[in-house]
């Protein structure tokens, strides 16, 4: 008899039927196959390739920046995006809100057992080419499996690394009285796009996430030379947790003007059916500038030759107030306050 | 969307705020109260107080469903979903709500209850479905506007023969709570509040009609005028209301007659009169125990009724001391009047039930209104 035995053969993975299993999170030779024939295939790069326990990073020039998040959104693909971008992004944009050029990212992967290595391929792949768009690489990993039942899918947590241009402090307790206050484009697409899937509500043209990387966008305002006091990305809790925020941190007050503040029609309709207030809602491709007034001009124009600041707007002001309160002049004519949202208004929104 | 945005016209809301400052009386203070949870969250989200002259006063009304819920109903839903171990199915408001002991459904869910946010009674129906071995409960609260739905919903249950599935009833009705207002003894002056008339609820108005607020004009003489939850609607039912308090006049005037008619719909009234019947009297929050406020399911749907179906009893438990939302939801007290107000009650730690939905005066105060009582210096 003959050996059939192949030294050195595995048969591929299935990435059409096969599902995630224990193994695959094992640390044996299951593992190291989800990791070469999916994870390496897509998000392979000669820093990823160093194959050890840790990747060795070159000189960066430069102060870091590092930002993480973790992403549990549900459902896991949703109207312009889905979990593997989004993860991509989040990161992304809190090195790029920060001032830093994002350059690297690492990536954590909770996978339930049963998941469909076909839907596993297809958000690796968009965080391939997210990670392309913008500009980063991945450069260390890790995968755990967990029993069918003690998941959701996939957990994706991404931390990222960018280096910061010489001199540049921008930091939440920057903004003074007399600042004007920047949004980059309408709000509570992200959060509308995951509900409507959520609810149904079947709108006529689907909202779609804004989910985007924002490092271009940050990238030209920072080359505009416009004094910025600091950046944010309004994601969970949507544009009045982050102007709170910032009226925190930085002791202040903030003006704004609801009629100011861009918003797509279908958000606003989501918005009135469902009972939510789109300042709440969150934002994955959306940023919040403060710059000294005299700077204003300059700094909308260059967010306005960006693809990702065609609809930036200024929306407000900063005063000088030791409530530190958001305020609103409604489109109606009345003044109220904007404020955090209490309680959780969508859980697993990122 | 235009729609919409033709009852929010900002220069369509400067001329009424015009108009209501010519019409008023100098010497004379206007107070109104909106019933409505909805009217109160409008005006406090469109900031409508700034534009009304400074003796026109709005005061908020008991018609927030949440608020009135007492601490003992809440009890009751708890004790389903920890001790009975059913699937309890809520609109996301009630889950925040204070119960005995420091409890609320949010917290039960956290110690293993299988509590489940809805936002439909038919989203609780497929739950039943879905899950045949388990016994689901809806916790139905709300005015006449979400009686209809249950109504509908209890009738499917009973034609699909849906064994697994019954209703928590908690729903209250609209006149019974104004009247109890009117006959409490601070509004009737004794040392209270004095209302110079109501601005009626919009959505239930579209359900009971118009005509049960005749009797409020007539034996009460308080103008009603019934108005839209859009914040233009507000404005000129105060416009209305001014009217008819300088014209010596009470009447029930309809501002929401896009909506409204004296009637009602009818169709919805029959359904809810098959599947409910008045409860004698109804424990609520802020106004105590109310004769013939709310409803209960009729014997024939009997099992579709998780009160006799688990053999619950009700106990009612006193409010926290120090919160003031009964006097609040009578129109007595203001929000800023309660000590708690934004220092240990807030929107995060909600102590009173006035301060868990959007719609309570107090979150509403606190969440839109709060930098009012502060005198900014810029
Ligand atoms: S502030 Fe809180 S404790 Fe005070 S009345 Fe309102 S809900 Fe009750």
Same mark, same amino acid.
């Given at each position: 008899m003959s050996s059939q035995i192949k030294p050195g053969y595995a048969r591929p993975l299935d990435l059409k039927q096969g599902r995630v299993e224990l193994a695959h999170g094992g640390g044996g030779r299951a593992m190291v196959q989800l990791v070469a024939e999916l994870f390496a295939r897509h998000l392979g790069n000669d820093l990823l390739a160093q194959g050890n326990d840790g990747a060795v990073l070159p000189e960066p020039g430069g102060r870091l920046v590092v930002a993480t998040d973790s992403h549990v959104v549900s459902p896991l693909f949703f109207p312009g995006g889905d979990i593997g971008c989004l993860a991509v992004h989040g990161t992304v944009n809190d090195v790029a809100v920060m001032g830093g050029e994002p350059r690297y990212i690492a990536a954590g992967f909770i996978l339930e057992e049963g998941f469909p290595l076909a839907d596993l391929a297809r958000i690796v792949a968009s965080m391939a080419a997210a990670a392309r768009r913008a500009g980063v690489k991945l450069v260390a990993g890790d995968t755990k499996v967990v029993e069918r039942g003690k998941g959701d899918g996939v957990f994706i947590t991404t931390t990222g690394v960018g280096v910061l241009p010489p001199g540049l402090a921008l930091s939440g307790d920057c903004a003074r009285p007399g600042d004007v206050v920047f949004l980059s484009g309408p709000i509570g697409e992200h959060g509308m796009a995951i509900l409507s899937v959520r609810e149904n509500l079947g709108f006529d043209a689907p909202i779609l996430s804004d989910t985007a990387p924002l490092n271009g966008l940050t990238a030209a305002m920072l080359a505009s030379g416009a004094h910025l006091r600091l950046m944010r990305d309004p994601t969970r809790g949507g544009l009045a947790a982050t102007l709170n925020e910032i009226a925190q941190q930085s002791g202040v007050g903030i003006h704004i003007d609801e009629t100011a503040i861009p918003i797509r029609p279908a958000v606003a309709a989501g918005c009135e059916l469902l009972g939510l207030d789109p300042l709440n809602l969150a934002n994955e491709g959306r940023l919040v500038a403060v710059c000294a007034p005299e700077d204003a001009d300059r700094l909308l124009a260059a967010m306005r030759t960006h693809p990702l600041g065609a609809e930036a707007a200024l929306i407000g002001e900063v005063v000088a107030d030791k409530q530190r309160f958001v305020q609103m002049r409604t489109r109606f004519g009345g003044r109220r306050m904007v404020d955090w949202l209490a309680g959780e208004q969508l859980p697993r929104i990122c | 969307m235009k729609y919409v945005d033709e009852f929010r016209d900002g220069a369509l809301a400067q001329g009424l705020a015009r108009a209501i400052a010519q019409a008023v009386k100098p010497g004379r203070v206007y107070r109104?109260?909106?019933? /409505?949870?909805?009217?109160?969250?409008?005006?406090?989200?469109?900031?409508?107080?700034?534009?009304?002259?400074?003796?026109?006063?709005?005061i908020h009304g008991p018609g927030c469903p949440v608020c009135v819920l007492p601490i003992g109903r809440i009890d009751q839903a708890i004790r389903l979903a920890l001790a009975e171990k059913v699937i309890l199915c809520t609109y996301a408001d009630t889950l925040r709500v204070p119960a005995s002991g420091g409890m609320t459904l949010l917290r039960a869910r956290a110690r293993g209850a299988d509590v489940r946010m809805v936002y439909a009674v038919s989203d609780a129906l497929a739950i039943a479905r879905?899950?045949?071995?388990?016994?689901?409960?809806?916790?139905?609260?709300?005015?006449?506007?979400?009686?209809?739905?249950? @109504?509908?919903?209890?009738?499917?249950?009973? @034609?699909?023969?849906?064994?697994?599935?019954?209703?928590? /009833? /908690?729903?209250?009705?609209?006149?019974? @709570?104004?009247?109890?207002?009117?006959? @409490?003894?601070?509004?009737?002056?004794?040392?209270?509040?004095?209302?110079d008339g109501f601005i009626g609820p919009a959505h239930v108005s579209t359900v009971i009609g118009s005509r049960p607020y005749e009797y409020f004009a007539e034996e009460y003489r308080k103008p009603v005028v019934i108005a839209?939850?859009?914040?233009?609607?507000?404005?000129?039912?105060?416009?209305?209301?001014?009217?008819?308090?300088?014209?010596?006049?009470?009447?029930?005037?309809?501002?929401f007659t896009r909506a409204v008619t004296r009637d009602g719909n009818t169709k919805a009234q029959a359904l809810v009169a098959e599947v409910f019947e008045l409860r004698k009297t109804f424990e609520w929050r802020g106004l105590g125990t109310v004769p013939y406020s709310a409803l209960k399911i009729r014997a024939a749907y009997a099992q579709f009724d998780a009160e006799q179906r688990f053999a619950l009893s009700y106990t009612p438990v006193a409010d926290n001391k120090a919160c003031e939302c009964g006097a609040i939801l009578r129109g007595v007290r203001r929000p800023t009047d309660c000590k708690l107000f934004g220092t240990v009650c807030t929107p995060d730690t909600p102590m009173g039930s006035c301060m868990v939905s959007s719609e309570g005066a107090c979150a509403a105060h606190y969440t839109y209104g709060r930098h009012q009582d502060i005198t900014v210096v810029a």
């Open positions: - | 109104f109260m909106e019933f /409505c949870g909805g009217h109160t969250h409008a005006i406090a989200r469109y900031g409508v107080p700034d534009l009304l002259p400074a003796n026109v006063h709005l879905a899950n045949p071995t388990r016994e689901v409960v809806f916790f139905a609260i709300g005015f006449e506007t979400t009686t209809p739905p249950t @109504a509908v919903a209890i009738r499917t249950a009973a @034609a699909e023969g849906l064994a697994n599935f019954s209703v928590l /009833c /908690c729903h209250v009705l609209t006149p019974p @709570a104004i009247l109890s207002i009117l006959d @409490a003894p601070a509004v009737r002056g004794l040392g209270g509040v004095r209302l839209g939850f859009e914040p233009l609607d507000v404005m000129q039912a105060i416009l209305m209301l001014v009217r008819q308090v300088n014209a010596g006049r009470a009447e029930v005037e309809n501002e």
